[in-house]
């Protein structure tokens, strides 16, 4: 199994930044995948950003631009810068892990985001 944490969510004004973190303990071994997704209300989820084990980055078109994912593999660790940020990027953001030699993913509890104009 493995545990997700995310912290750095909060509210912040149109135009500006937060940064997002989310650490991975338990059976690490092999994470390929990790990622942020995110869910406003009354909306599917959608991708943010994933980033594999060897730094392939792909982002959703939403966000293409202003948020960097990176990865630090030592300490099992992704962050998501976000910049720019609008009020529709307002949402609770989910990290994901996947291990996808052992078909396994996992999620996080989730970190809101609330960006106000």
């Known amino acids: 199994q493995v545990q997700l944490v995310e912290s750095g969510g909060g509210v912040v004004q149109a135009g500006g930044s937060l940064r997002l973190s989310c650490a991975a303990s338990g059976s690490t071994f092999g994470i390929d995948i990790m990622g942020w997704s995110r869910q406003a209300p009354g909306k599917q989820r959608e991708l943010v950003a994933s980033i594999r084990d060897h730094n392939t980055t792909l982002y959703g078109d939403a966000v293409k631009g202003r948020f960097t994912i990176t990865r630090d593999n030592a300490k099992n660790t992704v962050y998501l810068q976000m910049n720019t940020l609008k009020p529709d990027d307002t949402a609770v953001y989910y990290c994901?892990?996947?291990?996808?030699?052992?078909?396994?993913?996992?999620w996080g509890q989730g970190t809101q985001v609330t960006v106000t104009s």
């Open positions: 994901n892990a996947d291990q996808t030699w052992a078909r396994q993913s996992y």
